[in-house]
């Protein structure tokens, strides 16, 4: 493959990791709004995570992901935060990774191993967090994800009003 066709597999590889960080924000941000701050200390079992321990590891995962882009990989497994800021703080880790996916900056790894890694490991964590809301006794409503209004670079927890829910 020649130096152009490279760079134009790259940007694609590129716009479409971003995409997947903005439906990463989506989702999860539907997952939060509206929850109950006790819901954060919500346990399932005895041996499984709270929602607020889940949210820090998906923190920890942007984090990594990030570390491993910038070519400098490392691994931190954070405590949780009070719940706010830890919905801040992962909102914040994802923003860092998408900029840092959107910028000129070199991306010196194979980004379908990226999201293999800790953007994949994320999205499951967010159905997690959805059954653990059931759980609670919180649920959310479902969507037609398809129609949702998803949009690289738009990866905060605001995000445009759901087209079609449903119980």
Aim: charged share 20%; with cysteine.
């Amino acid at each position: 493959m020649d130096t152009a066709a490279q760079q134009t597999s790259s940007d694609t590889s590129r716009q479409l990791l971003r995409h997947i960080l903005a439906t990463l924000a989506y989702r999860t941000g539907k997952v939060l709004r509206d929850a109950p701050d006790e819901f954060a200390g919500f346990h399932a079992s005895e041996k499984g995570r709270t929602p607020a321990e889940l949210l820090a590891h998906m923190g920890d995962l942007m984090d990594w992901a990030l570390s491993i882009v910038s070519g400098n990989p490392s691994w931190h497994n954070s405590e949780p935060l009070a719940w706010s800021a830890e919905i801040s703080r992962f909102f914040a880790s994802v923003k860092s990774l998408d900029d840092h996916l959107a910028s000129d900056q070199a991306v010196p790894v194979d980004l379908g191993r990226l999201f293999q890694g800790g953007i994949a490991d994320a999205l499951t964590h967010t159905g997690q967090l959805a059954m653990l809301r059931r759980l609670a006794g919180c649920p959310m409503r479902g969507e037609n994800y398809y129609q949702a209004d998803i949009v690289a670079g738009r990866v905060g927890l605001e995000q445009s009003q759901a087209k079609r829910e449903f119980d």
